[in-house]
Nanobody, 111 residues
Framework: QVQLVESGGGLVQPGGSLRLSCTAS????????MDWYRQAPGKQREWVAT???????EYEDSVKGRFAISRDNAKKTVYLQMNSLKPEDTAVYYC?????WGQGIQVTVSS
């Protein structure tokens, strides 16, 4: 069983920034790929970004150039830096590790 705890969400104006964090309880964190997903109201959950154990990164097209995923293995934490936020980024954001999910955290982009 892996426990994942997200933090850092909230309300931000369009064009603003937030940094999400996800801390994992697993001892295999350093060798696991980590993912961020999001689910907007009335929509299916969608993949946002991935960082591998070797720190390679991939992004969904709509967030490329605005979001950055990173990790700190010593802290067993993955981050999602979100810049130039848009109203369409409003969603519940989830991290995933070895098939386990966090509880999700709300991000609302609104003026």
């Amino acid at each position: 069983q892996v426990q994942l705890v997200e933090s850092g969400g909230g309300l931000v104006q369009p064009g603003g920034s937030l940094r999400l964090s996800c801390t994992a309880s697993t001892n295999v964190f350093s060798i696991a790929a980590m993912d961020w997903y999001r689910q907007a109201p009335g929509k299916q959950r969608e993949w946002v970004a991935t960082i591998t154990s070797s720190r390679s990164t991939e992004y969904e097209d709509s967030v490329k150039g605005r979001f950055a995923i990173s990790r700190d293995n010593a802290k067993k934490t993955v981050y999602l830096q979100m810049n130039s936020l848009k109203p369409e980024d409003t969603a519940v954001y989830y991290c995933r590790c070895v098939g386990f999910w966090g509880q999700g955290i709300q991000v609302t982009v609104s003026s």
